[in-house]
C-alpha cells in the first residue's frame, strides 16, 4: 500500500494480481478510481504473471510501479 505524495490518493493491492486505486480525500469514505488493473501487456510489463508484493508512487505522483516476483527467465 502506498500513499501519493502530492494528493489524497492511496495505491493498494487489490488481490493476487490486481492493482487498486482509491481516493481516500473522505478517509470514512473511500472511492475507488476506476477499475482495478488487472491485465498487463507484456510490453508494459514484461514476465508479469505472479502476486504482486509491492506498490509505490513516483515522488511526482505521476507514475505507479508495482512488483512482483517471477519464474520465467
Known amino acids: 500500500?502506498?500513499?501519493?505524495?502530492?494528493?489524497d490518493s492511496l495505491l493498494a493491492i487489490g488481490g493476487a494480481n490486481s492493482v487498486v486505486l482509491?481516493?481516500?480525500?473522505?478517509?470514512e469514505q473511500p472511492v475507488m478510481v476506476g477499475d482495478p488493473i488487472t491485465e498487463f501487456s507484456?510490453?508494459?510489463l514484461p514476465l508479469f504473471n505472479d502476486y504482486i508484493y509491492s506498490v509505490a508512487f513516483s515522488p511526482?505522483?505521476?507514475t505507479?510501479?508495482?512488483s512482483s516476483f517471477s519464474n520465467n527467465s
Open 1 to 7: 500500500m502506498a500513499f501519493s505524495p502530492v494528493n
Open 22 to 27: 482509491w481516493d481516500v480525500s473522505d478517509p
Open 42 to 44: 507484456e510490453a508494459e
Open 60 to 62: 511526482d505522483g505521476e
Open 64 to 66: 505507479l510501479a508495482s
